[in-house]
């Protein structure tokens, strides 16, 4: 069944071809925004496009920018620790328990260096062990080091990264920090991704505006140098294509056309109705309007949306929602 909590991939994946195919046209090329509201699929596009690669000996992992947001240093250190699991589980086939515990003690780091044979990670290593933990007067130069490594790392090993940074716009809340405070990270950013070339970034975010001023400004540092697209709503025939996916019992045709109504296209709202269809309904469109199955919606609130308008059915408990998006 598929979950609202994780991205969709896979069979579960609906629509989105002709975007997948111009991504498979870009990489490795150019760099990638993915643009739109919270909870559209871009994080499912992401993930799909990692489990489509071709060349299986590839880094590829996502990291949520907004999730590790804490200080230049730390996400430094959190980014490392993705890239690392990712070389160690995608492209070695290794569990990497012996570096579980990097972020406290980058010695294990040092020791992954020589089982590895990488000169690479032996110089991060001994860098990362005098200067831990990251301090506001060593943060920069903890992040400058750690992204370059990615490159140098990926050239040692003769592969490719491929790195989805999801949330991306979080990023300039680093400029909050001591070695950026001038509004520079962006500008930092791209001094460093600009000289890389086996590393490819697909940025995804949900704060449409600021995510255009990032790449589109007139001012920006990014500006010419990502192709953007945005991600939008499923027309109608995906949309039933998704309930199908997600519903599994049969449903009339008078459901549907609510169901798409109701959702306007928006994809995260029919993975909601799963309790409603599967847990108490036969797939008509009577007893599902007419019970109490307001709790359905909970996920529809708690993980996307914060003031909607909702009128409650004088007669039943049945809620509508109006001007959702």
């Not at 579960?12 to 990638?32: A, C, E, G, Q, S």
């Not at 993930?47 to 590829?60: A, G, M, S, V, W």
């Not at 990097?102 to 992954?112: D, F, G, Q, S, T």
């Not at 990032?214 to 309930?243: C, E, H, M, W, Y």
Request: aromatic content about 12%.
């Amino acid at each position: 069944m598929i979950s609202i909590k994780e991205p969709v991939s896979g069979d579960n994946f609906v629509n989105r071809l002709d975007l997948l195919k111009n991504l498979h046209l870009i990489y490795p090329t150019d760099n990638v925004a993915l643009i739109g509201p919270r909870r559209i699929g871009k994080s499912s596009i992401a993930e799909q496009f990692l489990r489509t690669l071709p060349d299986k000996n590839i880094i590829k992992f996502r990291f949520d920018v907004q999730e590790n947001n804490r200080s230049p240093g730390l996400l430094a250190m959190q980014l490392l620790r993705f890239f690392m699991f990712a070389y160690y589980e995608e492209v070695i086939k290794k569990d990497a328990y012996e570096i579980a515990d990097m972020e406290i003690n980058p010695n294990v780091l040092l020791e992954a260096s020589l089982d590895l044979s990488s000169k690479t990670l032996q110089k991060l290593s001994l860098f990362l062990i005098s200067y831990y933990p990251p301090t506001p007067d060593n943060e920069r130069e903890v992040l400058r080091r750690i992204l370059s490594f990615l490159e140098d790392f990926s050239a040692e090993m003769e592969t490719k990264t491929v790195v989805v940074l999801d949330e991306f716009q979080d990023i300039i809340d680093l400029n909050k920090y001591k070695g950026f405070k001038n509004g520079e990270i962006l500008g930092f950013l791209r001094g460093i991704i600009s000289k890389q070339n086996r590393v490819w970034y697909l940025f995804t975010g949900s704060a449409v505006r600021l995510m255009i001023d990032i790449f589109g400004k007139a001012d920006s540092p990014f500006l010419g140098r990502v192709r953007k697209f945005n991600v939008t709503r499923f027309n109608k025939d995906d949309t039933i294509q998704l309930i199908y996916k997600c519903i599994k019992r049969p449903i009339t045709s008078e459901a549907l056309n609510f169901l798409f109504a109701l959702s306007k296209g928006h994809p995260f709202m029919p993975m909601c109705f799963n309790p409603c269809f599967n847990g108490c309904h036969s797939g008509s469109l009577t007893p599902f309007l007419f019970c109490s199955f307001p709790v359905c919606f909970n996920p529809c609130f708690n993980g996307c949306h914060s003031g909607s308008i909702i009128i409650e059915n004088r007669y039943n408990h049945f809620c509508m929602f109006q001007s959702l998006f």
